[in-house]
T-cell receptor, first 111, second 109 residues
Framework: NAGVTQTPKFQVLKTGQSMTLQCAQD?????MSWYRQDPGMGLRLIHY???????DQGEVPNGYNVSRSTTEDFPLRLLSAAPSQTSVYFC??????????FGEGSRLTVL | DAKTTQPNSMESNEEEPVHLPCNHS???????IHWYRQLPSQGPEYVIH???SNVNNRMASLAIAEDRKSSTLILHRATLRDAAVYYC??????????FGKGTRLSVIA
């Protein structure tokens, strides 16, 4: 099992550019979520989804869009990158109330 | 949402047991208590979770108070690899997992 796969692992963007962080899971989990972690700080929830076609905002949703057209995929879109979005991004998935499985993270730098 | 209180930091000697406390006095009757940890420069990883009774797995034990207002994560023999930030998180229904500040555990050789 691949588990939760995030791509790319590293990305450098210029201010104003857009990009999509990909997240895929092969465990048929209903629940998926995106977190960001700034250097030396804790994890903050960006967006989450409890099933295909359903998404909701977390603690820090501004500047990000998500969609959930399939159970397996939950991409995170940065509409117009800003230096404040420099962070490590983690995708996670689980069954409801179950163990949350995390991807290895995507390190984004915005210049 | 239930609030949690954890010590900012704790220290343990290697090969000694470690008891990491968590206060969650506002927890609801249907909230599970989840514990995660994050090792340096790595993503978070699941440790254990429970609802009412004590739970054991290969990594740790979870002791839940009878009134469910607090719980304790027990590492039976701390190793250097257990140095991490430990998070106690109540979870219910379709609500997402929201991380607090956690407890930074240092293990001394």
């Amino acid at each position: 099992n691949a588990g939760v796969t995030q791509t790319p692992k590293f990305q450098v963007l210029k201010t104003g550019q857009s990009m999509t962080l990909q997240c895929a899971q092969d465990m048929n989990h209903e629940y998926m979520s995106w977190y960001r972690q700034d250097p030396g700080m804790g994890l903050r929830l960006i967006h989450y989804s409890v099933g295909a076609g359903i998404t909701d905002q977390g603690e820090v949703p501004n500047g990000y869009n998500v969609s959930r057209s399939t159970t397996e995929d939950f991409p995170l879109r940065l509409l117009s990158a800003a230096p404040s979005q420099t962070s490590v991004y983690f995708c996670a998935s689980s069954y409801p109330l179950g163990e949350l499985f995390f991807g290895e993270g995507s390190r984004l730098t915005v210049l | 949402d239930a609030k949690t209180t954890q010590p900012n930091s704790m220290e343990s000697n290697e090969e000694e047991p470690v008891h990491l406390p968590c206060n969650h006095s506002t927890i609801s009757g249907t909230d599970y208590i989840h514990w995660y940890r994050q090792l340096p420069s790595q993503g978070p990883e699941y440790v254990i979770h429970g609802l009412t009774s004590n739970v054991n797995n290969r990594m740790a034990s979870l002791a839940i108070a009878e009134d469910r207002k607090s719980s304790t994560l027990i590492l039976h023999r701390a190793t250097l690899r257990d140095a991490a930030v430990y998070y106690c998180i109540p979870l219910s229904g379709n609500t997402p997992l929201v991380f607090g500040k956690g407890t930074r555990l240092s293990v001394i050789a």
